[in-house]
């Protein structure tokens, strides 16, 4: 069993940064990524940012320059740091530990989500 718990939402006002962190625990046998998604109301959940075992961290257009995205193999945890943040960015946004099982499946795991809220 899995789990991924999430932390560090909350309301920040326009031009305020915020920092979500993920731990996950349980049985991992493999990662292939972790990763950051977000949905808003009345919107699908999209890619925030991933970060694939040994490969090339990858972000969404909409927050380069803004987000970061860290990871710790050793602890399997992962940082969001959000800076300049905007009311668009507004959602709930969720950890995703992207696995292999010791059967080589693919597994997915999703965290209970943390709410951001930025006011303008």
């Known amino acids: 069993q899995v789990q991924l718990v999430e932390s560090g939402g909350g309301l920040v006002q326009a031009g305020g940064s915020l920092r979500l962190s993920c731990a996950a625990s349980?049985?991992?046998?493999?990662?292939?990524?972790m990763g950051w998604y977000r949905q808003a109301p009345g919107k699908q959940r999209e890619l925030v940012a991933v970060?694939?075992?040994?490969?090339?961290?990858n972000y969404a257009d909409s927050v380069k320059g803004r987000f970061t995205v860290s990871r710790d193999n050793a602890k399997n945890t992962m940082d969001l740091q959000m800076n300049t943040l905007k009311p668009e960015d507004t959602a709930v946004y969720y950890c995703?530990?992207?696995?292999?099982?010791?059967?080589?499946?693919?597994?997915?795991?999703w965290g209970q989500g943390t709410q951001v809220t930025v006011s303008s």
């Open positions: 349980g049985s991992i046998f493999r990662i292939n990524a």
């Open positions: 995703n530990l992207n696995t292999v099982d010791k059967w080589l499946r693919a597994v997915n795991y």
């Open positions: 970060i694939p075992t040994g490969g090339t961290t």
